[in-house]
């Protein structure tokens, strides 16, 4: 069988709010994205244990573990490489608990935002990333 390429179409989004994850998931689905969802920081660890790779789209005010706990637990658990994690949030990120973890965060979306902009950001971060590989 032969091996195909295409750019990365894996997302993981960690949001709480039951009404913003599904919609999330139905416009990527509907533009050929494979969709995780998850509530909050300890599941998004549970998924990328179990071998996620992609681009995490990654709310900032998320229960149980908060985004830069999460982030933290991904760069020490060695999930940085394999991962591209974008930061959903509601204003402009400052302090010093967020300065080891600037250089992990690819991109920002501020809320409110336009689904068809933040589907065009995922799309030229997908593009930029390395092809997965398609049996």
């Known amino acids: 069988m032969k091996q195909q390429t ?4 894996n997302i ?6 039951p009404d913003i994850a599904n919609d999330l998931k139905k ?4 533009h050929y994205f494979q969709v995780t969802t998850t509530d909050d920081g300890n599941n998004c660890l549970l998924e990328l244990e179990k071998g996620f ?16 706990a999460t982030i933290k637990k991904i760069i ?13 949030t509601p204003k402009r990120i400052q302090g010093h608990e967020f300065d ?5 965060i690819h991109e920002y979306i501020f809320k409110p935002f336009h689904t068809d902009g933040l589907l065009q950001t995922i799309n030229k971060i997908a593009q ?7 049996l």
């Open 128 to 134: 930029q990333l390395p092809p997965q590989k398609i």
């Open 100 to 104: 080891e973890i600037y250089p992990y």
């Open 27 to 30: 416009v990527f689905e509907k």
């Open 53 to 68: 790779q992609g681009i995490i789209i990654l709310d900032l005010w998320i229960p149980i573990m908060d985004c830069v």
């Open 76 to 88: 020490t658990n060695g999930f940085t490489d394999q991962n591209t994690i974008v930061v959903l």
């Open 6 to 9: 295409c750019y990365q179409k």
């Open 12 to 17: 993981m989004i960690v949001e709480d709010d």
